[in-house]
C-alpha cells in the first residue's frame, strides 16, 4: 500500500460526458502528479501540483483540467470526453517538488468511454 | 517524441537465472533514472534509481548500469524469482523539477 487513495477505481462513460477523478496524497507530501496510461504504451505525464499551484505541465488537453485543494487532494476533471480518452489515470505524490524522482503511484482509475 | 525507450516489450527467464532489462534514451540533460516495477491492477512502485554522475547502483539482487556515452542503461536481476514476473518501466527525470519520462514498459516473466 503506497499511501495514496484514488477513486474510482473504475469508471464507465459515454463520449461527450464529463468526469472528476480524485486522488488522496500520502500523508505529508505536498506534490501531486496525474499521469495518463493508454494500452500498450508507458505512463505519460499530464501535470503536477506542489500544494495548491501548479507546478508542471506536461501534455494535457484543454479538455482536461486539474487543481489541489487546501487539504492536498487533487481532482483531475475530464470533458467532452472522446473514446481515445479511456485510459489507466494515474496520481502519484511525493513530499518535494524537486527530487530523485522517486513517487508514489496509486492503484489507478480505469475509465472507459464508450 | 520518445525520449525513454524500452525495445523489448518481453522478456522469459528461468527461475535462478539472470534477467536484463534494457532501456535506452535521447535526452542528456536528464539527472536520474529510474526502475519502477509494476503488478496486475496496482500502480507503479519505485524499485532503484541511479545518479547521471554514476554507473552502477546496486541494491539486493537488483543492479542498474547507466552508460552515459550510449545514453543506455540496464537494470539485473539477478538471481530471478517466480515472484519477480511484472511489467518494468524505465523512467528518466529532467535536472529540474520531479516529473518522469517513462519507457513503453518490459513484461519480465520469470519461470519456475
New interface residues.
Given amino acids: 500500500d ?1 499511501g ?1 487513495t484514488q477513486t474510482p477505481k473504475h469508471l464507465i462513460t459515454a463520449t461527450g460526458q464529463r468526469v472528476t477523478l480524485r486522488c488522496s496524497p500520502r500523508s505529508g507530501d505536498l ?1 501531486v ?1 496525474w ?1 495518463q496510461q493508454s494500452l ?6 499530464l501535470i ?1 501540483y506542489y500544494n495548491g499551484e501548479e ?2 505541465k ?1 501534455n494535457i488537453l484543454e479538455r482536461f483540467s486539474a487543481q489541489q485543494f487546501p487539504d492536498l487532494h487533487s481532482e483531475l476533471n475530464l470533458s467532452s470526453l472522446e473514446l481515445g480518452d479511456s485510459a489507466l489515470y ?1 496520481c ?1 505524490s ?1 513530499v ?13 482509475s480505469r475509465l472507459t468511454v464508450l | 517524441d520518445q525520449q ?1 525507450k ?1 525495445n523489448s ?1 518481453s522478456l522469459s527467464v528461468q527461475e535462478g537465472r539472470i534477467s536484463i532489462l534494457n532501456c535506452d534514451y535521447t535526452n542528456s540533460m536528464f539527472d ?1 533514472f ?1 526502475w ?1 516495477k509494476k503488478y496486475p ?6 524499485l532503484i ?1 541511479i ?1 547521471s554522475i554514476k554507473d552502477k547502483n546496486e541494491d539486493g539482487r537488483f543492479t542498474v548500469f547507466l552508460n552515459k556515452s550510449a545514453k543506455h542503461l540496464s537494470l539485473h536481476i539477478v538471481p530471478s524469482q517466480p515472484g519477480d514476473s511484472a511489467v518494468y ?1 524505465c ?3 529532467a535536472e ?10 518490459t513484461i519480465l516473466r520469470v519461470k519456475s
Fill in positions: 503506497s495514496v506534490s502528479y499521469y500498450d504504451q508507458g505512463l505519460q505525464f503536477q507546478r508542471a506536461g494515474f502519484a511525493s518535494v517538488d524537486e527530487g530523485t524522482g522517486e513517487l508514489f503511484f496509486g492503484e489507478g | 525513454v524500452q516489450p536520474y529510474l519502477y491492477a496496482e500502480g507503479p512502485t519505485f534509481s545518479s518501466f523512467a528518466a527525470k529540474y523539477g520531479n516529473k518522469l519520462v517513462f519507457g513503453a514498459g
